[in-house]
């Protein structure tokens, strides 16, 4: 069977999805180090420093991908995740299992929109509680000490923060349980911009107007 491969992801996007993945990931160790060390101390208010500081550089990383969703190229823009007819299709058949040409899986699509938009009301609300908490960042002239949101912001935040670790790992095992499952390289499509797809079904007509628009461009 023959394997197909095209590019579908840009540079700006890759950059942005690495800079979203990357301090993802320092918000993560960051926090859980700082509440490791329980007692108030130089250690901890660094690692919270470095928490803070992690989560305006992911602010923007959202920005960009948000503002790159609006005006990049045809497989990083907003529209190409919403599969509303995929999704009605599965929901009415009772499967999970879709077609789709190329560019997002519809139900990876599905989970990135949640994803992000529930990182963009973690980044609200870390922004607001790095004034509150810490007196740092765009706010905290506004914020600073006014402890009567913070309970229930840092209640919030913690909450998101859970959802977010989750995807994070269903995500992974996601890209990896296909990558094995179905044969294709998924993995490195970050890295170089390319998908990979067997070729076991016909074209459609757009199919084949995208495959010859992007040889001639190349």
Known sequence: MKVERKKIYDPLLRLSHFGIAFFCLILILSAYIAEFYYEEGLLRKSFWVVHVYSGFALTFFLI???????????????????KWQEWKGAFKARRIHFKWNWGHHP??????LLFYFILSFLSVTGIILSAIEHNLGPLASSFYDQLTYRKDLSELHESLSYFVILFIFSHLFALFWHENKDQIPIVQSMFSGFQYRKNNEVKNEDEKYEDEKYEDEK
């Open 64 to 82: 960009l991908r948000i503002f790159w969703g609006l005006i990049g190229p045809k497989y990083a823009r907003w529209h190409e995740m919403w």
């Open 107 to 112: 139900m990876a699509s599905l989970s990135y």
